[in-house]
């Protein structure tokens, strides 16, 4: 590694220089063992982004592209990102949408979050709220069954997104997950035995009866989301949701993440595992007929959408 | 050598040079789960922190 630095001890103090130019390094990817100074690792990040969105086909012209804003660092990296590379198509628009669960004492910031980037950058912003949407805030939801947290929260917020993006005349939902989100999902699919949901892909929709969801920073990590922000000065240090440790994928993203700490690309792998299987899935073993909720009708996969069956249990 | 976490976790170590990677493992703070800047400015986890630097460590919240 070159860097400049200063001696101290007779060992040389400083920071590795760009692979591609001399200006200090921001971020050495490990895998490839490739340092980035800000400029390179901004222009690469947005590179990659950019042909995530063209190689998947995720937006077309004409588009309206409703983002899912929560205002935490994934979606405001995603509206960031959108913003910039929107010249490279034609006709399509920008609209953030963003869900308050109604979570005292977290969701108040992450709002204000939100307010402040679709001010800042000038873009249609529309809020709703499950209390709105369903009488109630998550909190007084989850009482007494805040273990089941990220699984209501999970399901209410997705049918709060389709509302809202429909409200907005959406042709695409756009979402933050990153690389860790993604690869968290494939192994507590696995984990979970759900087969159906391991290969479920929500951006591929010929009934068109769902909103179309892409994820432009699917192959992008978290680490990589937070140094961008934080050399693009959009980074706050927000608070993590309450409700957090009572999540599954807690304990996984710890595990997968000490894992890709040891073994680089591991979940990359992961990713490109999940495709293979998507590619040569059979049918009868692991896919779901697309069916009508037989309460409100929505498209799911049994006799009744999740929705419905979370009514039932509230009574 | 002092590790600034949050204004209530600031950790003081008599560590000769070392690269932040090595510190942070030695912290028990996963590299990957963590954001380093020293003056203000990112470094990558491969870069030599000396006996009497000051650096900032700034984890990433899952969500968002």
Same mark, same amino acid.
């Given at each position: 590694m070159g860097g400049d630095g200063m001696s101290n001890g007779g060992v040389k103090c400083g920071v590795p220089h760009c692979s591609l130019c001399n200006e200090p390094a921001v971020l050495c990817q490990r895998h490839l063992d490739l340092h980035l100074c800000k400029a390179h690792f901004i222009a690469d990040m947005e590179l990659r982004v950019t042909n995530t969105i063209k190689t998947r086909q995720m937006i077309a012209p004409g588009d309206c592209i409703t983002v899912a804003l929560s205002g935490g660092k994934d979606s405001t990296a995603l509206l960031l990102l959108l913003h910039r590379l929107?010249? *490279?198509?034609?006709d399509v628009r920008l609209v953030a949408i963003t869900i308050d669960e109604g979570i005292s004492g977290y969701r108040e910031e992450t709002m204000h979050s939100a307010e402040h980037l679709t001010d800042s950058l000038g873009i249609e912003h529309h809020c709703l709220s499950f209390s709105g949407l369903?009488?109630?805030?998550l909190d007084t939801l989850l009482?007494? &069954? @805040?273990?089941?947290a990220c699984t209501i929260c999970g399901i209410l917020r997705k049918k709060a997104l389709a509302v809202g993006a429909r409200q907005a005349g959406g042709t695409k939902l756009a979402t933050g997950h990153n690389l860790d989100d993604e690869s968290q999902s494939v192994l507590m699919n696995i984990f979970r035995n759900d087969l159906p949901r391991l290969v &479920?892909?929500?951006?591929? =929709?010929?009934?068109?009866k769902f909103i179309t969801r892409i994820k432009p *920073?699917?192959?992008?990590?978290e680490k990589e989301i937070a140094t961008y922000l934080i050399l693009n000065n959009a980074w706050n240090e927000l608070p993590e949701c309450p409700y957090t440790h009572y999540a599954m994928r807690r304990e996984v993203r710890s595990m997968l993440s000490d894992f890709e700490y040891k073994h680089p690309g591991t979940m990359f792998n992961l990713i490109k595992s999940k495709e293979k299987i998507e590619r040569c899935k059979k049918e009868s073993v692991v896919s779901e007929s697309l069916r009508s909720c037989? @309460?409100?009708? =929505?498209? /799911?996969?049994? =006799?009744? /959408?999740q929705i419905c069956r979370l009514r039932q249990t509230f009574g | 050598m002092k590790l600034i976490l949050s204004e209530k976790d600031v950790r003081i170590l008599d560590h000769p040079p070392a690269p932040v990677e090595q510190i942070l493992l030695e912290q028990g703070i996963n590299p990957l789960e963590v954001i380093v800047s020293r003056n203000g400015k990112v470094i990558p986890e491969d870069t030599i922190i000396a006996a009497d630097e000051e650096v900032r460590i700034i984890r990433i919240a899952h969500g968002g």
């Open positions: 929107l010249p *490279l198509w034609e369903f009488g109630h805030s009482a007494g &069954r @805040e273990s089941q &479920r892909n929500s951006g591929v =929709d010929s009934s068109g *920073l699917s192959l992008i990590s037989n @309460e409100c009708g =929505d498209p /799911c996969s049994g =006799d009744l /959408c | -």
